[in-house]
């Protein structure tokens, strides 16, 4: 059986204790073996972070890293993307996948420009308040670009935060209350370390604490996990979205779009045609596109990537 958290069976005092204890040998771990990613350099800035967080949501580093170089050299403020066409934006996205990203982050650099001078705002609220923000954005960009505390839950920090303290293989599939409050509960109390926290949480559920094939062995809160010490019980919950591709509606999504990302000139109907066989599908996917603003439509059976 699951073990309860550390908070529901010991006093709040002692559970903060033995929260803290988790911090210290993370962060160490975190220091002596972080990837080196340009997001992490100083010279990234909070506009290099924010990108960072938009292109690697459901999408791993070695996808994002030449994108993110290429976005950042012809965009290197937000003022210089917000200057561009959206499919402009959807056009630099390739093939990272969940093209609607590069819209959102289009649109989050026009709100800057327009309301902030140009520059990523600082406050959690204020980055809320930006088009395409969800809450683990606003949150990340503020911790990682400004260093202040809030609790950052992406998978690999909720994955961490279910072994290491609730004693459970996976978490839920959607974040919950309790993983939220959790989170909030295993902040250290100074921006600083917090900020070093979220970061070094993240690193060790993205390498060590993995979903699949976990190394324990080089793990540095290997002997407070509950999970290990429970024996690493089977995942007893709903069973897990897997990612499918293939044949599906995204698959001909990403077709359609490969097609109007190389061209230069709106493509006739029946170049779109010629790229997936099932028209039914077909059609569904390239309505689907319209429908988001990926694709715009025009007279005579013409389409393009959206120029407003």
């Not at 972070?49 to 403020?77: C, G």
């Not at 420009?113 to 204020?126: C, I, L, N, S």
Request: charged residues 20%; contains cysteine; proline residues 8%.
């Amino acid at each position: 059986m699951p073990t309860a958290l550390a908070a529901d069976r010991v006093g709040p005092a002692d559970a903060r204790a033995r929260h803290e204890q988790l911090h210290s040998p993370v962060i160490a771990w975190f220091d002596a073996h972080a990837r080196d990613l340009p997001w992490r350099r100083p010279d990234a800035g909070p506009w290099g972070v924010m990108v960072s967080e938009f292109m690697l949501q459901q999408t791993p580093v070695s996808r994002v890293l030449p994108v993110y170089e290429q976005w950042l050299a012809r965009w290197p403020r937000p003022a210089d993307l917000a200057k561009e066409a959206p499919g402009e934006a959807v056009r630099a996205w390739g093939r990272l996948g969940y093209p609607r990203r590069a819209l959102r982050l289009h649109g989050a650099a026009v709100a800057i420009t327009e309301r902030h001078g140009g520059d990523v705002p600082a406050q959690h609220a204020q980055l809320l308040a930006l088009p395409g923000i969800g809450e683990y954005t606003a949150a990340a960009v503020a911790s990682f670009a400004y260093g202040q505390r809030h609790a950052v839950l992406d998978t690999n920090v909720r994955r961490v935060f279910a072994r290491a303290v609730t004693g459970v293989q996976y978490p839920p599939n959607a974040t919950t209350a309790a993983e939220r409050k959790l989170a909030r509960a295993l902040l250290p109390e100074d921006d600083a370390t917090a900020a070093r926290w979220a970061a070094a949480s993240m690193e060790l559920g993205a390498l060590v604490c993995t979903a699949k094939n976990e190394d324990c062995a080089r793990c540095p809160i290997a002997a407070r996990c509950a999970w290990l010490a429970a024996g690493k019980p089977a995942h007893e919950g709903p069973a897990r979205r897997g990612q499918t591709y293939a044949g599906t509606d995204r698959q001909v999504r990403g077709k359609l779009l490969a097609v109007l990302r190389e061209a230069v000139s709106p493509v006739p109907q029946a170049a779109l045609d010629r790229v997936w066989d099932e028209p039914v599908q077909r059609a569904r996917a390239l309505d689907g596109l319209v429908a988001d603003g990926l694709v715009e439509p025009l007279p005579g059976g013409l389409y393009r990537l959206p120029l407003t």
